[in-house]
């Protein structure tokens, strides 16, 4: 019986301290609404890079705008990870992915902006597809 507790100890501990994040930190608690009275129409890059740094992609449209893309992505483990046997078959990740896109006009200034928060998932192990 000490046994079976003391593995059902480990592996909620286990499931407690497997969450990951990875991608700009400073959008780790950032919602739209944060977002819309950080980022006002007009200000440059220089005011943005200050807060949320260097974006994670840069591109480019048509009429010569600039797209700067941050993202955020925290996941968990699942819990099928824990046990042994079933994580050779079915083991994975999930949460969320924040992505910030930000839209700067040919003079470099912030012309629009759009925050999305979209679920994540990833499945691995031999019954993933």
């Not at 950080?38 to 807060?51: A, I, W």
């Not at 046997?85 to 912030?110: C, P, Q």
């Not at 629009?112 to 499945?123: A, D, F, G, Q």
Request: charged letters at 20%; proline letters at 3%.
């Amino acid at each position: 019986m000490r046994i079976i507790k003391l593995a059902a100890a480990t592996a909620l501990l286990g499931m407690a301290m497997a969450c990951a994040n990875a991608g700009n930190q400073a959008l780790k608690e950032e919602t739209g609404a944060t977002v819309a009275q950080k980022l006002e129409v007009g200000m440059s890059q220089p005011d943005v890079r200050g807060l949320y740094g260097g974006p994670n992609t840069t591109s480019f449209t048509d009429g010569g705008n600039v797209i700067w893309k941050y993202e955020f992505v925290e996941a968990q483990a699942k819990a099928e990870n824990f046990i042994p046997v079933v994580n050779l078959f079915a083991s994975g990740a999930r949460g969320h992915k924040k992505e910030l896109t930000i839209l700067f006009d040919e003079n470099d200034m912030l012309k629009k902006h759009s925050m999305t928060v979209s679920p994540v998932e990833t499945n691995t192990g031999l019954l993933s597809q």
